[in-house]
């Protein structure tokens, strides 16, 4: 695979999202060979997944330049279903679950970290959902995730100040669940071997009995995420966002 690596280690397997020289931002080639993978090691003999990004940074995100053919509507719907399916498997997956986060985590490279049963995160990490900068709202069931970590009220405003915390604010606000000194990966791997010395067969059954009944409730937000972010790439507001990163300028919004 060109953009997404993965390493087997007896029982634990390692994803690394690998485009560094773009951040690891995801385009649509990307996204097809990740859930590739989660599918492969969703069947395979590991019991904990790390999953990490190569380079400096964890995910920046939706590549800016996919959304250019995004004004194809069947294009658009078959990039959304690639997304729903990854955050579907990984929330469902049978396995525990570690995303390592160093350098940047935003947009829908937050909202994959955050499928994680653990969040490992450095404290010079930045993490944010950014989408409002291009005028859209988060994906990849963004909303679920910092609905369940941090309270609807909180995510609302996390989502409208299109802030990035660093990993020690993060930590406060109970977006991510360990905050590491070293390397992030380097805590995660310290983690997973812990967890195969661990009751693991019970452990996953509380996940499962706790995913399985939220299930639905995530498909849900996957697929209004859908439609809503369908209806906001029509605005001006959108336009103009795209059009403003591009120049690298500040946006002027509209509310249109």
Same mark, same amino acid.
């Given at each position: 695979?060109?953009?997404? =690596?993965?390493?087997?280690?007896?029982?634990?397997?390692?994803?690394?999202?690998?485009?560094?020289?773009?951040?690891?931002?995801? !385009?649509k080639?990307?996204l $097809?060979?990740?859930?590739?993978?989660?599918?492969?090691?969703?069947?395979?003999?590991?019991?904990?997944?790390?999953?990490?990004?190569?380079?400096?940074?964890?995910?920046s995100?939706?590549?800016? *330049?996919?959304?250019?053919?995004?004004?194809?509507?069947?294009?658009? !719907?078959?990039?959304? $279903?690639?997304?729903?399916?990854?955050?579907?498997?990984?929330?469902? =997956?049978?396995?525990?679950?570690?995303?390592?986060?160093?350098?940047?985590?935003?947009?829908?490279?937050?909202?994959?970290?955050?499928?994680?049963?653990?969040?490992?995160?450095?404290?010079?990490?930045?993490?944010?959902?950014?989408?409002?900068?291009?005028? +859209?709202?988060?994906?990849?069931?963004?909303?679920f995730?910092?609905? $369940? *970590?941090?309270?609807?009220?909180?995510?609302?405003?996390?989502?409208?100040? =299109?802030?990035?915390?660093?990993?020690?604010?993060?930590? $406060?606000?109970?977006?991510?669940?360990?905050?590491?000194? %070293?390397?992030?990966?380097?805590?995660a791997?310290?983690?997973a %071997?812990?967890l195969?010395?661990?009751?693991?067969?019970? =452990?996953?059954?509380?996940?499962? +009995?706790?995913?399985?009944?939220?299930?639905? !409730?995530?498909?849900? /937000?996957?697929?209004?995420?859908?439609?809503?972010?369908?209806?906001?790439?029509?605005?001006?507001?959108?336009?103009e966002?795209?059009?403003? /990163? +591009?120049?690298?300028?500040?946006?002027? /919004?509209?509310?249109?």
């Open positions: 695979m060109k953009y997404v =690596m993965m390493e087997e280690k007896g029982e634990i397997t390692y994803i690394y999202l690998n485009r560094p020289d773009k951040y690891n931002a995801l !385009n080639e990307m $097809e060979e990740l859930l590739d993978t989660v599918r492969h090691v969703r069947d395979s003999v590991a019991r904990v997944v790390v999953l990490s990004g190569k380079g400096s940074a964890f995910c995100g939706g590549d800016i *330049r996919m959304m250019e053919d995004f004004s194809d509507r069947a294009n658009f !719907n078959g990039v959304m $279903e690639t997304i729903k399916d990854i955050v579907m498997e990984l929330f469902m =997956m049978p396995k525990i679950i570690i995303s390592a986060i160093q350098g940047a985590a935003v947009g829908l490279g937050l909202s994959i970290a955050l499928t994680a049963d653990y969040v490992v995160t450095q404290k010079d990490a930045r993490l944010g959902m950014l989408f409002l900068g291009i005028g +859209l709202l988060p994906d990849g069931g963004g909303h995730f910092l609905q $369940e *970590r941090i309270g609807v009220q909180k995510a609302k405003q996390f989502i409208w100040g =299109m802030e990035q915390v660093k990993g020690i604010q993060a930590k $406060e606000m109970g977006l991510v669940d360990i905050l590491s000194d %070293e390397q992030a990966i380097m805590t791997d310290r983690l %071997e812990k195969l010395s661990s009751p693991l067969t019970a =452990m996953l059954k509380t996940k499962m +009995l706790y995913h399985s009944r939220q299930r639905d !409730n995530l498909l849900s /937000f996957l697929v209004d995420e859908q439609e809503a972010q369908w209806e906001l790439r029509q605005t001006q507001d959108h336009q966002g795209v059009q403003a /990163f +591009l120049d690298k300028r500040k946006p002027r /919004f509209k509310g249109e």
